[in-house]
């Protein structure tokens, strides 16, 4: 993950998804952003504001959705 004229970053994160910022929600403390990952696709954030500012995210602009856990959990209906 980079921009033009700055380093990669690789990180231990294994799922790493690349999409559009569509929405921006600034509350007191922290900010909703929303990806869109695929078309008609979206994966919802709530990251610090401080964090948000300091990447400059703006609606339309390119960004990723990086996950790391340590467990994922599998449900079904009845």
Same mark, same amino acid.
Do not use: F, W
């Given at each position: 993950? $980079? $921009?033009?004229?700055? +380093?990669? *970053?690789? =990180? @231990? +994160?294994?799922? @790493?998804?690349?999409?559009?910022?569509?929405? =921006?929600?600034?509350?007191?403390?922290?900010?909703?952003?929303?990806?869109?990952?695929?078309?008609?696709?979206? /994966?919802?954030? /709530?990251?610090?504001?401080?964090?948000?500012? $300091?990447?400059?995210? @703006? *609606?339309?602009?390119?960004?990723? +959705?990086? =996950?790391?856990? @340590?467990?994922?959990?599998?449900?079904?209906?009845?």
């Amino acid at each position: 993950m $980079s $921009s033009p004229g700055e +380093a990669t *970053v690789k =990180i @231990s +994160a294994r799922n @790493s998804l690349p999409g559009v910022v569509i929405r =921006i929600d600034h509350g007191a403390v922290n900010t909703e952003v929303t990806l869109e990952i695929a078309p008609g696709v979206t /994966i919802v954030s /709530i990251i610090t504001k401080e964090a948000a500012q $300091s990447l400059g995210l @703006s *609606v339309g602009a390119k960004a990723y +959705a990086v =996950i790391k856990a @340590s467990s994922v959990m599998v449900g079904v209906d009845e």
